[in-house]
């Protein structure tokens, strides 16, 4: 899913920041640049974290992966 602004991308990125928060999941793939953007930027605020992005060139399209490690 691409979203049309970056307010609706921080909504979704939200949710699964709450997710990643959780241990239901570690990352994150996805289309949109701004929901990657979003996670990023709301991941950072937990210093117990390292987050790591990506981007993945498949066919004619960019895939943006967030995820995320515990500091050792």
């Not at 970056?6 to 999941?25: L, S, T």
Request: hydrophobic content about 40%; some cysteine.
């Amino acid at each position: 899913m691409i979203f049309e602004t970056v307010r609706e991308a921080e909504v979704c990125a939200d949710r699964v920041v709450n997710g990643m928060y959780g241990r239901v999941f570690d990352g994150y793939e996805t289309p949109d640049y701004k929901i990657a953007y979003a996670l990023s930027f709301l991941l950072a605020e937990n210093r117990e974290l390292n987050i790591h992005t990506e981007v993945e060139f498949n066919n004619d399209m960019e895939v943006y992966k967030v995820w995320i490690t515990k500091h050792n």
